[in-house]
């Protein structure tokens, strides 16, 4: 069974001069033969050239140039990876392939895709994926599910990378709780929050196929591509969500359960429709992002302690400068997608809030002695990143430029790793805390 | 000149082939193909956005490329034979549904290029400089200049958006309601061992 473009061809060739059907069998076998077990170029060619003389030009050509990489400087030989798909040059125009016999189409870039910058900036989650699917794009595919390929959807769907800081965020928080290492605990609580993630991921996705169609950084996403239907993401939602939370309801404590339905419930049912409405949308998703780290900490402890609100806040301050920077090279997205987000309706206020935020980390820092969760070590060993953080901050707020907003984003991205790891490390030891209630009680007693 | 390229896609989208078979009279006139019995499925003359007719053989609906206005996916859906009146019930929202997403991202994109294009032009007019640069490039300006636009397109339309918005969501839950209905009533007939022409079970279907 040949693929699609495969077919297109075939249907092309119904077309031509009679004279060019001689070798209509042979072709056949060759196309079928190079697409199961892809025969390199060289070969292929010494096959195609023992009939050239009863080859037709406009096969020949066809046949070349998906061997052929068009470049800058003319047609190469060696068949590399493709930067612009070749397949695009057999899209959807019928009476345009009879014509194609007098000359080779030229190749140009599809419009409006691959050449954004906002694209390639903003798409540093998965660029060889995007490339992969950016082939397959121009193509018609029937909708079934192709069960290899699960895995992949599932992963995408539930945006696998996201989920797993979130749970690293989490299990930080566990293990910043003052009370011994549990690790069944640990264990539920980090699969609880991550089951949870993926469920509010999911439906996220379910709500945003018009929307994430239209934007250069979501349109490979499965429900775009139709990989699967609307009904079968909402399954693996609510496949995901139920165990999830019932994990963390029964298996860790309900407080902690409670958190993860009211989180599942902020991202998809609040942050995701105001995201359209207002962009109050950006302080609704730091909540949403502080709340797995106090989810960790009640996991371990049980209870909601200015220990776990401190984390908390910590998160909430970080995701300003994170998000704000990259929603600054994504304005004209936004616009046309009736996103109202900060950078785009209200950029002074943008630049501000990370700034005033980043800055906030340094004196957030420094209240993790003061709660007992940290020693008074914290704030200085993370005063040179918070500096550096709200420096780059400072920048974006002064200039307000691509380069500065990808600076910050980027700075982002390994702040929050260092800042959890040095709280880690930091951590007030339980031993100097109970040797501190000890000596106390007993000066107490002696008294 | 834009107006005359979207208005035929417009037209010509609401035009679409319908791949049904001998019964096309008989059946309403909406995009699907069929599975072929004897012969290939016959088709009006190709006058859509597609060129594209699926396999006479395949059961499946098919989904294409992105749209070149609106970057949506067109879908052609599967009409099995002894369809029931959910399934086309379902067929006919989920088709009236893309129509009605497609008319709306074609005209925002068309809108949001064309007032782009008149705002940069007057910018450039009010600085006094030409489209083009010495070197014949189209000039730019800055993502300063351009975030003033992008400010205005967002309140200018918020009230069409939240409208949008409101609408799509009511249908994107009918839609996933009514795709529960047909699996569950699929897998009924299945269980009870009720047929029909073709079974679809759950792990076939979209």
Redesign the interface.
Known sequence: MYRTSCSKLTGAWKCLPLDGLVGFSVQQKIFANASRSRMSARSLIQLCKKNQAEWITFQHLCFLKRQYVKSSTGLCQRARPKQEPVSAVLDDRDDSMVRQVQQIPALKPEPGSEVSTCATESNQVEPEADRAARLEARQWKEMRVQYSDLPEIYARLSKLKLTALVVTTAAAGFAMAPVPFDPVAFLMASVGTGLSSCTANSINQYFEVPFDSNMNRTKNRPLVRGQISPLHAVSFALACGIPGVTLLTLGVNPLTGFLGALNIFLYTCCYTPLKRLSIANTWVGSVVGAIPPVMGWTAATGSLDPGALLLGAFLFSWQFPHFNALSWNLREDYSRGGYRMMSVTHPGLCKRVALRHSVALIFLSALGPVLDVTTWTFPLVSLPINLYISYLAFRFYRHGDRQNSRKLFFCSLWHLPMLLLLALTCKKSRVAQDEAAVTSSSASLAL | MMNVVTARFLKFRSLRPCYTNINFSLRSPCRGHRESTSQAPKHAK?AG????S??AS?I???????D?L????L?IYHIPENETPLERELRHLRQETEDW?HE??TN??FT?NKEKGEYIQSQLSAKGLSERDDDGRKRTLS??E??V???H???K??TR??N??RK??RR?FT??FL??RV?LHNMWRTLTGQTRGTVREK????
């Open positions: 190709q956005r597609s060129g594209f699926p396999a395949s499946y609906d098919w989904i294409g490329p992105p070149r609106s970057n949506l996916r879908i997403n709306f991202w925002q994109n949001f993502s300063e351009m975030a636009f992008y400010k397109f967002l309140d339309n918020i958006h939240a949008y918005n799509w969501y994107n839609i996933t795709m529960a699996t792990g076939k279907t979209m």
